[in-house]
């Protein structure tokens, strides 16, 4: 089934900018299995990814000094008034809000932690066109050594709800957004990322994580861990051919 509508709040996009675009779409669908369109010019050279004719992400070239790395996107039904909200609760509008072709409205910001995302008013481009299974989005995780003021921020932005994950530790709950039904990520302290700043950090499902963690490997990506089991799946993180983070996980039957 394509998704054709996101929740307000719910992770709805996700693209990567990176030095090397060509670099990137070899790197993807070598282990991802993406079919990646050529760069648009119209957007700057902007291209997106299929698996199973549903679209899963975008690639595009790195935007000024931006770190090479994933942004994710939350669906929003008015990008302005979102915009008003984040500056109202502390956060910085980092790309104000503006159209992009017919596709919807964009505005890039960044929480009162550090942490950098979208958000997405859809308009012929809902989003993911499918999430939660191989080949596509699967999860998020908000990494911030402050876990409170976050969610504070994106309780008053989005209207999330949060749940404590009992095996997680004390500072690590689930989000759900309004209307979503079940949590879309995760937020919590840095959990090992000590020294970086605040990110959010993108899961993407595979059939076989340690197949697409070896792959990765081979295409001059490197792997920080070693694929594991957990409760929610088995998960291994890579680090792409152009330097951006990224996890993998295989979803656990059901």
């Not at 900018?17 to 299995?33: I, L």
């Not at 499918?130 to 050594?145: E, K």
């Not at 990110?199 to 595979?206: D, E, G, I, K, N």
């Amino acid at each position: 089934m394509t998704i054709t509508s996101y929740s307000a709040g719910q992770p709805c996009w996700a693209d990567l900018g990176t030095s090397d675009v060509d670099q990137a779409r070899e790197f993807y669908a070598a282990v991802m299995g993406w079919a990646v369109s050529p760069g648009n010019p119209d957007f700057g050279g902007y291209a997106t990814a299929e698996h199973d004719g549903a679209l899963v992400a975008g690639l595009g070239p790195q935007m000024g000094e931006a770190p090479v790395a994933w942004l994710l996107y939350f669906a929003t039904s008015d990008a302005e008034a979102t915009q008003g909200a984040i500056e109202e609760n502390g956060g910085t509008v980092i790309v104000p809000a503006h159209q992009v072709g017919d596709l919807g409205r964009l505005v890039i910001a960044s929480d009162p932690t550090g942490a950098v995302f979208g958000l997405w008013e859809a308009a012929q481009m809902p989003g993911f066109g499918s999430i939660g299974r191989a080949g596509a989005f699967a999860w998020c995780d908000l990494r911030t050594d402050l876990p409170d003021a976050a969610r504070e921020f994106y309780g008053a932005v989005f209207g999330w709800e949060y749940a404590a994950v009992p095996m997680a530790g004390d500072e690590y709950t689930t989000f759900t957004a309004a209307d979503a039904g079940a949590p879309s990520g995760g937020v919590g302290p840095m959990m090992g990322a000590e020294g970086l700043p605040p990110h959010w950090l993108l899961y993407f499902a595979v059939d076989d994580v340690d197949a697409a963690v070896a792959t990765a490997v081979t295409l001059n990506g490197t792997s920080p861990a070693s694929p594991f089991d957990t409760p929610f799946g088995r998960m291994g993180p890579i680090v792409d051919s152009g330097g951006a983070p990224l996890w993998l996980m295989t979803l656990p039957e059901g």
